[in-house]
């Protein structure tokens, strides 16, 4: 077991480090185009719809922008 979860550990790390590389490269535009697609499809999805409380967080800036 302990080595499953050392695996899983270093494979979200893995991708922690390709999102961040992926969104340090994207011009603020698209960055801010993408932000407002994924927004979208949030407050559109039924899960979010038929939520009766939700998590949010404040996004740092090279990331999706969670003020949109």
């Not at 698209?30 to 407002?36: H, M």
């Not at 407050?43 to 404040?58: D, F, G, P, T």
């Amino acid at each position: 077991m302990a080595a499953a979860t050392t695996s899983v550990r270093g494979a979200k790390e893995s991708l922690r480090q390709s999102l961040r590389k992926t969104l340090k490269q994207m011009k603020v535009q698209q960055r801010k185009e993408e932000s407002l697609i994924l927004t979208k499809k949030l407050l559109s999805h039924k899960a979010y719809q038929e939520a009766s409380r939700i998590s949010v967080y404040l996004s740092m800036p090279e990331e999706v922008d969670t003020i949109a």
